[in-house]
């Protein structure tokens, strides 16, 4: 817990007396209380929303906000719908972590997120592609890493910066699965945590822009291995030998199509 949170989290316990409760348990009232506080501006007790006790499906906090009331039990709602009109209710979950921001491909139990739904292509196993991307990974060169990858293309519905972090929300990996997936494998390789990533973030709302992001950055002209042969510095070097030949009988070299 970083100690801004901390502070907050201290001053929170003595207002509301919970110094008898574990620290988790603490936090946890601290965040139903950050979150429920800002849907509803009227008092409610703590235990009412809590739900972290075991058996709670990772659910830390609940609450139902019903035509602006939060209600706690069945009475109140039977109140509500015999004395209006109509019923308009909101369900709020709540799981509460100490520790920072989550991972971006993991969750707590280095399970890998299922983020690349958007992808055009789902993790393609051992292909050349990622072998190459391992054995880079294997070899240690993760100072080269950077410059070898294209990075990860990420598509957010809203970002928060703070300082050099950002939170974003309702994220997918639109390029980049085949790059996050050699990572996620390779996450023990001593050393590789010295490894940079590009990563590009875009932010919209338009499912339309979402959708053509996708398509436009995974839309690329098919390089056959022959081509890739191409750039290699014999091919250079032959070419710029027919090039300098003058023979009555010229000779041409097409190393590029």
Not at 8 to 34: D, P
Request: glycine share 6%; net charge negative; hydrophobic share 35%.
């Amino acid at each position: 817990m970083d100690k801004i949170t901390g502070s907050l989290l201290t001053t929170f316990v003595e207002q509301n007396e919970l110094g008898n409760k574990g620290e988790a348990t603490q936090f946890e009232h601290f965040s139903n209380y950050s979150i429920a506080s800002k849907q509803f501006r009227g008092s409610f007790d703590l235990e009412d929303i809590h739900s972290g006790a075991g058996d709670d499906c990772a659910i830390d906090g609940i609450f139902i906000i019903v035509n602006g009331r939060i209600v706690t039990d069945c009475d109140e709602l039977n109140d509500i719908v015999e004395t209006s009109g109509h019923l308009d209710a909101d369900i709020h979950f709540i799981q509460s972590k100490t520790t920072s921001y989550l991972k971006l491909i993991q969750d707590e139990n280095e399970k890998i997120h299922s983020i690349f739904d958007d992808n055009v292509r789902d993790f393609q196993g051992d292909n050349p592609v990622n072998k190459k991307i391992k054995n880079t990974f294997e070899s240690k060169d993760f100072d080269l890493f950077c410059v070898l990858n294209n990075g990860v293309t990420i598509v957010s519905s809203s970002i928060t910066p703070a300082g050099n972090r950002f939170t974003i929300r309702d994220y997918k990996v639109v390029n980049g699965c085949q790059t996050s997936h050699v990572l996620h494998d390779c996450r023990e390789i001593e050393g590789i945590e010295q490894v940079f990533l590009p990563i590009k973030i875009v932010v919209t709302e338009n499912e339309d822009i979402k959708t053509n992001i996708t398509l436009e950055t995974n839309s690329q002209t098919e390089v056959k291995t022959e081509q890739l042969e191409a750039i290699s510095v014999f091919q250079k070097r032959l070419e710029l030998y027919f090039n300098a030949e003058k023979n009555s009988i010229p000779l041409y070299y097409e190393r590029r199509s």
